[in-house]
């Protein structure tokens, strides 16, 4: 499975649009790009996911470049819950099935 | 509907006892996954069960670690001996099987050996 690279850290104001950058130059046509999140003592929490076209759901939107090689995750409209560690995952049909969380971004969402 | 749960939600155990730690998937969920969590780390895959299929056992540190899971269901996550640097939060997530699917996670049990 392709690496991925984020920033360690981001700050977003409150009711403003989060934007949070993922690279992963090396993904593979196969491999799916997902999103998950972790706020602070709880289990990780899926957002979103997708191949190569933009993706929406409740929670967020997908942005993923015509090369496949980076994407963003945006929360719309950041609240103070949404401060969390936010971990951009690569992941293919083959290869071990578990996912690889590396270390995140941690977004932190100021009043 | 229900998401996955996970008891006890914290255990505290002594040193060489044998610990369980019980997964209930979401329902129809044919994938089930256990990791943990140590104090400030990210998460390490231990063990992956597919429908049927023999288990992907290839995260679990040491044969003191061991899980089963009984009818497809529940998954229970046994281990013996327990040392101090067991201490931390295990994680169970399950998916509705075959790739490109999310994972949900429960809450987690945190586990402390004194």
């Known amino acids: 499975d392709a690496k991925t690279t984020q920033p360690t850290s981001m700050d977003c104001a409150e009711g403003r649009a989060a934007n949070l950058p993922c690279n992963h130059s090396t993904i593979s046509g196969n491999e799916y790009v997902y999103w998950y999140r972790q706020i602070h003592s709880q289990g990780p929490q899926y957002i979103i996911h997708?191949?190569?076209n933009n993706e929406t759901n409740e929670m967020a939107s997908l942005i993923i470049t015509e090369d496949r090689k980076s994407s963003t995750l945006i929360l719309p409209h950041a609240t103070l819950r949404d401060t969390a560690v936010y971990y951009c995952i690569v992941k293919g049909q083959t290869g071990a099935n578990n996912l690889f969380f590396g270390t995140g971004t941690r977004l932190t969402v100021i009043p | 509907g229900a998401g996955v749960s996970q008891s006890p939600s914290n255990k505290v155990t002594e040193k060489g006892k044998d610990v369980e730690l019980r997964c209930d998937p979401i329902?129809?969920?044919?994938?089930l996954y256990w990791y943990r969590q140590s104090l400030g780390q990210g998460l390490e895959f231990l063990i992956y069960?597919?429908?049927?299929?023999?288990?992907?056992k290839s995260g679990l540190p040491s044969d003191r670690f061991s899980a089963e899971r009984t009818g497809g269901s529940v998954s229970t996550l046994t281990i013996q001996r327990t040392q101090q640097e067991d201490s931390a939060v295990y994680l169970c997530a399950s998916s509705s099987g075959g790739w490109g699917g999310a994972q949900y996670f429960g809450p987690g049990t945190r586990l402390t050996v004194l």
């Open positions: 069960f597919q429908g049927n299929s023999a288990p992907d």
């Open positions: 997708g191949l190569k």
């Open positions: 329902s129809g969920h044919t994938a």
